[in-house]
């Protein structure tokens, strides 16, 4: 077993500061509207037009008013209660070996300070949004997580402007300057993969990615355009697939369809890697023999498919806990902890090895002898 | 692909009744205490004597009194959050598929009523019990899931005391006698699992379960001890593991071992299955030509792995979606919905097949000749 040693990196440079306690009519009256135009606005409701809209919200940053300031100053305590949204179809949620990982994670962050979590699953964009507003308006929970952040994501903004407490967990992103992050560096990972196999003398090194949304599926693959350029390979073949075995069996036909058909597959995690092992059976190809396979999360399952899995492991149980105690740190005003995060591990199994010796090159006949 | 019906079964007796309010002061009275007393005893905290915790507590429930009635009737509205807590090690539940698909389940019956999760992961008997006093005393949440019932449990019985109404989720149990369960007849997988063995020819058909403290761990291996007798057949060898791949492997080998060594195992777990066919790999077997495996779950990878995993499908999906109805119906002091749900389905797929010819009997050598 190699192990590659990848710190966490907590980047944290503005935590959302306290401020004193503005009103609603505050905020009224500094955007020229009415109590109720704040309220509808605050709650979600339609009725209120885009301008008024950005007046207000305008308003309610400048002043630092949050629309459960009055619920909250009435109580002396918050309600030591954080909060995880999460956008899927909670049929694919049930198949995300992270998930359960991460929710554990920080479930053992939130018992060491006596926390409990709200969670909610989200099936739209739209439903997303409600749901952070409902959160905040009903004053449910002291902060949130921001997980699976996409490319062009509306929520740091939002949560910004609402001045919930948040932190992201996930790969840099240019939406996260402005907010506390517990990034870990899972491109790291993929590189280490890279570089095994070119060690191993693949010339050919594809790559099966999850949704093209996530900011970790553009992290993941920029690593593995990254890595070949570094090492003087060409840039393999690619495919974004869907996280699901199904289509990373899919994905994996397509490319060894292709004429120049890669001898190793880089995939974004274990579901699709060990469907695509057994797409390549499928083919009559033997791995590691015919393709070496690797996958991406490690999980439980790994060691025991034929043959075992290689593949990159990030902790995601650590990764949930330094999550949690980092917001929590945020909500109550406190320096943020200092994390030992076990590092990114590459985990050698047997699905990778050699690569296979190149047939023997298919000249065309000469009609000239 | 074969499909065995069993309907699932929404068995409620006494759904908790609404009464009027009484106060802590009646309590005190009642119990012959001081209201500090009352107070202490429903906030966990130590100080109060066992016996006059005891008074308290049949004082408290013949009042119908709970700690949050002053809170709730500050209130007209209701918290609408539901309450799940887990009992388990947080690194072993990442590794539960069932749990994701059932949270996803509830998630999907929360959001049609507009109800969130609060979730809390404890890794012992005192935190669990600490955490749904909490949670009620609060007043977090309107109602509460009870998963994974152990055979001696504590908790249907300290939740009809702090009057929160409560759904049990599982097979039945004397226990969940008086509580609102919604159930599923998991034992019919198993039974269709032993048959679909018997069919082959399997005489020596062994059994590997999760811990054996659990109601469904019991129900499983009941259900496959009662098909064998029904069958004719003698009950084969039996090991009780953890639901993780090490320990199924471990449990297999131990299996394997014996004289009387089965054809043919049905695991509790699909993980405990693969880690299985792993193991029997490991010792030159082949499966399904020398060992037939039977997994539980039917998780994603089931059909990715070589040979693809004959299992039994639970709907954990569907079944959180109506445990998340019913409690919302119990909270609002509704009728129950009815529901369709999914049968319990049992999949076909290749790592079952005829049972092994038996070895030549060995004869003891005839130096008599």
Redesign the interface.
Known sequence: MLLFSERLHVGVNKPVKKTKRATIEDVARKAGLSKTAVSFVFNGRSGVSAESQKRIMQAAEELGWRPDARARALSLSQTH?LGLVVKRD??L?????F???F???V??G??EHNY????????DTE?ERLAYQQLVREA?VDGVFLTDLETEDFRPRLLTTLRIPIVVVGPPSHETENVAAVEMNDAAGVKRAVQHLAALGHKVIGHVSGNDKYVHTRSRRDAWIETLEELGLPQGPYISADF??EGG?RATHELLDLPNAPTAIVYGND?MA??G??AA?DRGLSVPNDLSVIGFDDI??A????PRLTTVRQN??EWGRCAALTLIALVENRPFPEFEMPPVEFIVRSSTGPAPHLPPAVTAPNHDR
């Open positions: 209660v909670p049929s949620l049930s198949t995300d070996p998930f359960a990982g929710v554990s994670g479930q053992m939130l018992a409990s979590l709200m969670l909610q699953v989200v099936s439903a449910k699901t075995g069996a579901l060990i469907a092992m057994f059976g439980p399952l060691p025991y498919v034929t995601a149980i």
